[in-house]
C-alpha cells in the first residue's frame, strides 16, 4: 500500500524549534477552520503519567470523523472541544511506562498496545503525537512485545476505535444473525467497511449504500453482496424495489439526516442502528416517535463510551484480521505527525477510501 508523506512546515502555520528538553512532536490544534491554518506542530516535553495512566510511544493513529468535525467547528452535545489542544482519540503503540496501571501485570515497558477514548482528544491532550498518555483503564495489551506483533502498524492502526464501534454496533445493538439482510448507510466510511466484513464473516446478506455510483466496486471489494445509490437521503423507494417486505437491519452512520428514511426501509420486527454523524447533524427536527417510527420497527442506537476487553471478543477479531479471514481495508495512509494535515484534507474531501490511518 503506497505511504503518502505530507511537507512538514508547509502544512501548519507554525513550527516551533525544539529546545534542548523537547524531544517529541505534537500537532496542536489552534483554532477551527482550513487544516493548514488551525493546526501548528510544536516539539514538546515527552508527557509524564500519573498514577493509572500509560505512556505510549505511538507506532499508528487512526483517524476519525469526530476529529474532522472538531476542527471544522460542527456542534457536538458534549460542547466545543477546549483549544488549543492536541487532538486524536486513539492509537497503537509500545508502553514507555505504566505507573500503578490498574493492577494489570500486562501493561509493563514494551508491550504493544491499542488505546481510545477516556477523555482523549477532548478533555485531555490526544494521539496527533509521538507520545500519549492513557487512563490505563481504556488500554488494551495486544502483544507482549513488537517481535510478537503479527500485524503491520498501519492495519493494527485502523482497527481500534473502527472495530470497537462496527463489531458494537452490528452484534450488541443489532443484534444481527446469520441469514438476516443489513443495509449499512454511510458505507464507504471506514466504520461502515469494517461493517460490511463483520457482517459476512456472520453469514449476512449485506446491502451497502452510497451517494457515488463510482464507489461501488470499492464496496463489492470489500465484501458488499448489493450496493443502492442514495440520492437526497433517500433510499426507501430503491430499498423496496429489491426487497419488497424491506430488510431486517440497517446501520446508519449518516445520522440525524437518514434514520427516518431508513426506518422506513425495515421489515416487520427489523431494526435500525443511528451509530454516527456523518451528515454532520446530531438531532431529527420536530421528532415525533408515533409518526416517525412505524409499529412494529425499532430504533437503537451504539456511543461507546469506553475502551476495553469486554466491550468486543479483541483476540478473536485480531486473529482473523491476521489471518485474513476477516479482511479489513485500510483507506489512504500517510506518514509522520506532520502529515496528519493532509490526511484531514482528504477526510474533508471524502477520498479517504475507509479508514485514515497515519503511521508515526
Known sequence: MAVSRSCSSNSTSKDHIPSKDSVSKALVLTKLGDAKLSFTLEHRPIPSP??????????????N????????????????????RVLGIECVGVVESAPASGGSAELRQGAVVMAALGGLGRTAD????????????????????????????QT???LPEMLQTAYGCLFRSLRLKKGETLLVRGATSGVGMAAIALARRAGAFVVASTRD???????G????????????GKLVEEVRKRFNAGVDKVLDLVGAVTVGDG??????????CSAGTLGGVWSVPNFIPNFMLPMGKHLTSYGERTFRKENAPWEELLDAVRDEKLRIKVGRVFEGVESIVE????MERNEGGGKVVVVV
Open 156 to 158: 493494527l492502526g485502523a
Open 126 to 153: 490526544g494521539t496527533y503525537a509521538e507520545y500519549c498518555v492513557a487512563p490505563a483503564e481504556n488500554v488494551i495489551v495486544v502483544a507482549s512485545s513488537e517481535g510478537e506483533l503479527k500485524l503491520d502498524w
Open 50 to 63: 500519573g498514577p493509572n495512566e500509560v505512556l505510549i510511544r505511538i507506532k499508528a493513529i487512526g483517524l
Open 343 to 346: 490526511a484531514h484534507e482528504v
Open 65 to 84: 470523523h469526530a476529529e474532522l468535525a472538531t476542527r471544522l467547528g460542527e456542534p457536538n452535545p458534549m460542547g466545543p472541544v477546549p483549544l488549543p
Open 213 to 219: 455510483p463510482a464507489k461501488g466496486e470499492m464496496l
Open 263 to 272: 426506518i422506513q426501509c425495515l421489515a416487520e420486527g427489523g431494526v435500525c
Open 221 to 232: 471489494e470489500a465484501g458488499a453482496n448489493a450496493v443502492v445509490i442514495d440520492r437526497d
